[in-house]
């Protein structure tokens, strides 16, 4: 048995027109994500060079911040155990 409950609101919206959509709106967004993607990640001969570099520097600098923070650690130990 089910029973059918009325709520004002959910009656109040279904009455709500349909919203009108712009008919180029998909063709803008795809057209503007299209732009923002080359602009992040296609840049060129220039940008795929600054890329690499990049990828290829992170895990350089990534490395010296753990070296650097794994030697104050050391000597922020041995200085408080002495």
């Known amino acids: ?15 709500l027109p349909p919203l009108a959509v712009d008919p180029t709106f998909d063709a803008r967004a795809q057209e503007q994500a299209k ?4 602009r992040s990640f296609g840049g060129g001969a220039r940008g795929e060079a600054a890329a690499r570099v990049g990828r290829a520097l992170m895990p350089v600098f990534l490395a010296m ?3 650097l923070y794994m030697t104050w650690a050391i000597a922020s130990a041995t200085a408080l155990v002495q």
Do not use: F, N, S, W
């Open 1 to 15: 048995m089910k029973t059918e409950t009325t709520d004002p609101l959910l009656d109040e919206l279904r009455a």
């Open 65 to 67: 911040v753990v070296g």
């Open 35 to 38: 732009h923002a993607y080359l």
